[in-house]
């Protein structure tokens, strides 16, 4: 349970440092996105959730 809250605290942390930091490149990249087809952010999805699996189970193997 500490690794889920680990990992949600640092997801809040960096989306948080986004909004923070530079909101109106926030709204250029979701400008963006409107122009990708639908299939294609989903394939940018799936990929973005198989390498945070594959970097959460390497932190895991070497005991992070």
């Known amino acids: 349970m500490s690794w889920l809250l680990l990992g949600l605290g640092l997801v809040l942390v960096i989306e948080g440092l986004v909004f923070a930091l530079a ?3 926030l709204e250029d990249l979701l400008e963006a996105l409107r122009s990708v087809p639908p299939e294609a952010r989903r394939l940018i999805g799936l990929t973005a959730l198989a ?3 594959a970097l959460v189970s390497l ?3 070497w005991g992070l």
């Open 59 to 61: 932190a895991r193997w």
């Open 51 to 53: 390498l945070g699996v």
């Open 23 to 25: 909101p109106s490149r």
